[in-house]
């Protein structure tokens, strides 16, 4: 998010329920079978997932994961490598 502060305001000023989590993202290719080579990889990591969402970049359309885990530190540097990896196929 751009602007964590104007959210807060407006979802203060609406009286609605949020909390904050870090996250890990990944950038990845759009192709098939690349979210399960993602999380295929976390789980081989013993990396739980809670959720996950996803985006695209606005500047260049590259599709974006996001995922809630535990370990968000040792999920996105795993994450980075997997991207690496996908990026010289």
């Known amino acids: 998010m751009d602007n964590v502060a104007a959210a807060k305001t407006v ?3 609406e009286r609605l ?3 904050e989590n870090d996250v890990a993202q990944v ?3 759009n192709r098939s079978g690349e979210l399960a ?3 295929a990889r976390l789980g081989e990591a013993n990396i739980n997932i809670n959720y996950a969402y996803c985006g695209v970049e606005p ?3 590259t599709p974006l994961l996001f ?3 535990a370990e968000v530190g040792r999920a ?3 994450l980075d490598q997997t991207a690496t990896a996908a990026a010289g196929r």
């Open 27 to 29: 950038a990845f290719p």
């Open 76 to 78: 996105a540097q795993l």
């Open 17 to 19: 329920t949020y909390t």
């Open 11 to 13: 979802l203060d000023a």
């Open 67 to 69: 995922f809630s885990v």
């Open 59 to 61: 500047s260049t359309n």
């Open 37 to 39: 080579r993602v999380a």
